[in-house]
């Protein structure tokens, strides 16, 4: 597929131009570069940022375009004489029924670091004794992909 700016090839396979252009000066950015990333100890850390406003507005507000994009594409949808129909929330997902629903992708992952580890360590507290999971899929530890919106998760 070819990219065409009304140009000819003549016109970009030419020599350089002698007319003078103006130079351009970039503006002094304050920039303190960090050697190494170190999260304050003791007193000093703090728990009270919290993303979960950030991910739920964004949601919000990208939730009426992408609803109107995905009506289109799946308006006509069918398998085995089902037609796919839009559900509001990720909480009224029927297993078995042809759907679609919008909300943002969650991992839930193990490995990742955990506050309540970093606490307990800080203040040597013991921690609880580990759970035994009910269910791992992909053998030990696996990672689990969710769809989740204001409603709830939804597990992929």
């Known amino acids: 597929m070819a990219i065409t700016n009304g140009a000819g090839d003549n016109d970009l396979l030419s ?3 002698s007319q003078p ?3 351009l000066t970039r503006k002094p950015a304050s920039y303190s570069p960090l050697t190494d990333f170190t999260l304050p100890k003791g007193e000093a850390r703090h728990y009270q940022q919290q993303y979960a406003d950030m ?3 964004r949601l919000a507000q990208l939730k009426p375009s992408v609803e109107a994009l995905a009506a289109e ?3 006509d949808f069918e398998i085995a004489s089902e ?3 839009k559900v509001d929330r990720a909480l009224d997902v029927r297993q078995g029924e042809l759907c679609w629903v919008i909300g943002t992708i969650y991992m839930e992952m193990p490995l990742k670091p955990n506050i309540l580890d970093d606490i307990g360590k800080e203040h040597w507290i013991a921690a609880p004794p580990p759970r035994v999971k009910f269910l791992t899929p992909g053998g030990l530890g696996g990672d689990q992909t969710m769809l989740e919106d204001e409603s709830g998760r939804l597990r992929l």
């Open 83 to 85: 037609t796919a129909r």
């Open 15 to 17: 020599e350089p131009s």
């Open 21 to 23: 252009f103006p130079s």
């Open 73 to 75: 594409a799946w308006s």
């Open 55 to 57: 991910y739920f507005a």
